[in-house]
Nanobody
Framework: QVHLVESGGGLVQAGGSLRLSCAASGSIASINTMGWYRQVPGKRRELVAVITSGGNPNYADSVKGRFTLSRDNARDNAKNTIYLQMNSLKPEDTAVYYC??????????????WGQGMQVTVSS
């Protein structure tokens, strides 16, 4: 089991920046993928950026060049933290942002976890 704690959301003007953090604790050795999704009312939750162990981040086209996902594998501290640096924010980035983690084990075992979600509002 993994527990995800998010921080960093809030209100910012268009063109500004925010940094989201998500700290995972628990069975972090089984974490294969971590990242961020976002959702606006009436729409499906969409991928923002994800990173897989040993791989490079993947970004939605809408955030490429503006958002940067990084990962701190501080396993000695029993935590695994990711950061989403969001620059040049636009009003259309307004959404609830969810931290996401996928655990994998064995041949086919996998389980997804979600954070509680944070509001990010970009004013025009």
């Amino acid at each position: 089991q993994v527990h995800l704690v998010e921080s960093g959301g809030g209100l910012v003007q268009a063109g500004g920046s925010l940094r989201l953090s998500c700290a995972a604790s628990g069975s972090i050795a089984s974490i294969n993928t971590m990242g961020w999704y976002r959702q606006v009312p009436g729409k499906r939750r969409e991928l923002v950026a994800v990173i897989t162990s040993g791989g490079n981040p993947n970004y939605a086209d809408s955030v490429k060049g503006r958002f940067t996902l990084s990962r701190d594998n501080a396993r000695d501290n029993a935590k695994n933290t990711i950061y989403l640096q969001m620059n040049s924010l636009k009003p259309e980035d307004t959404a609830v942002y969810y931290c996401y983690s996928r655990l994998k084990w064995g041949v086919a075992g996998q389980l997804d976890y979600w954070g509680q979600g944070m509001q990010v509002t970009v004013s025009s």
